[in-house]
């Protein structure tokens, strides 16, 4: 299935949402660490793979370099953009490269991990922004000549950095009130009109999909869950004792005040559809089978209170990504790194 525009680039964008999706901004490539050799005439010798950098106790290869030029040289030619000599890209794709590496190293001495479930998730939720089933988005992958298994890497290594920074930049960044009140005085008639939005109360019980319960498995328990509920079993008991949401299931599956846009599309579809009371039949996301049920219904008037949190948001990530390049400085220096170009 061929695709508009590169995958990879697509993909970055998508995988690069949450605090510091704006800090990573780069794509990833990996390549086998393994020699590589061109073939000579019997009398010549063959030409080994090098190493054009040493990071602290790691080396970066000449064919991981090579991978990531082309790779970039690919994307800048389907889209259109100019790309500086060959020889100055080199040195900036490999400083970045460098970068990564640190931080992947950070990540390790750290003992940071993205588990299966959560790689799946992000794999899933990929192909389905992009509006593909998982064997639809293989394709397409493989199709951009690559591999699933290539692609898997790629976002586990980003989303380990993405760790490393998220624990060092947050802790570094506040906004407070008077930042926020100093921005708005500062920004006249931007006020607006009254804007009301619904806000709905629910619970929900999640099965989720394991490597020891399919997607079969996951729906038959979700629909025998579904009828102990029908049949009057009381939801929050339920919940505690099947919910795999650890987030909500000792709270009885509760969700709160729930408003749009604050759960993903499948979720939000089928419990904006139900009644107060009313129990879901089975729901399908990226996290598992739901069962939902709404418990209230209300309309916020969230104008001024809106207007407020993205100024909050706006500020934060200004000053996360002045702090974001004050701390990458900050490793560069500190790590040793010997560049072999």
Not at 137 to 160: H, I, K, N, W
Not at 199 to 205: F, N
Not at 216 to 239: C, P
Request: negative net charge.
């Amino acid at each position: 299935m061929k695709m508009r525009k590169p995958l990879q680039g697509r993909m970055k964008q998508l995988s690069a949402g949450s605090l510091l999706a704006l800090c990573v901004g780069a794509g990833l490539a990996l390549a086998p660490l393994t020699l590589q050799a061109q073939n000579f005439q019997s009398t010549q010798r063959q030409v080994l793979d090098s190493v054009v950098a040493v990071v602290n106790n790691d080396v970066i290869m000449r064919s991981e370099l090579d991978n990531r030029v082309v790779q970039i040289e690919q994307q800048a030619q389907a889209q259109g953009g100019n790309l500086p000599p060959r020889s100055q890209l080199e040195r900036q794709v490999l400083e970045r490269m460098v970068m990564e590496e640190i931080q992947l190293q950070m990540a390790n001495n750290a003992s940071l991990s993205i588990d299966d479930t959560e790689l799946n998730a992000q794999v899933r939720a990929i192909a389905e922004s992009n509006g593909m089933t998982l064997d639809e988005f293989a394709d397409a992958v493989e199709a951009d000549g690559m591999t699933l298994a290539s692609v898997r890497e790629e976002l586990r290594r980003e989303m380990l950095m993405r760790q490393v920074q998220q624990r060092q930049i947050s802790s570094r960044v506040t906004v407070s009130d008077r930042d926020v009140e100093r921005f708005l005085t500062q920004q006249p008639g931007q006020s607006g009109d009254q804007r009301f939005i619904e806000e709905i109360r629910a619970r929900h019980v999640l099965i989720e999909l394991t490597p020891n319960r399919d997607d079969n498995q996951a729906r038959v328990r979700a629909e025998e869950v579904r009828q102990r509920l029908a049949q009057g079993e009381d939801f929050a008991l339920v919940a505690r004792e099947v919910s795999d949401d650890s987030g909500t299931a000792l709270n009885g599956g509760e969700l709160g005040w729930v408003r749009p846009g604050q759960t993903v599309p499948a979720f939000e579809e089928a419990m904006r559809s139900l009644g107060e009371n009313q129990l879901s039949q089975p729901v399908r996301s990226q996290f598992g089978y739901h069962i939902i049920e709404v418990q209230e219904r209300r309309r916020q008037n969230v104008t001024q209170e809106s207007q407020r949190e993205q100024v909050r948001q706006a500020i934060f990530q200004r000053r996360a990504n002045e702090e974001l390049r004050n701390w990458q400085q900050e490793i560069r220096s500190q790590a040793f790194v010997d560049i072999r170009l």
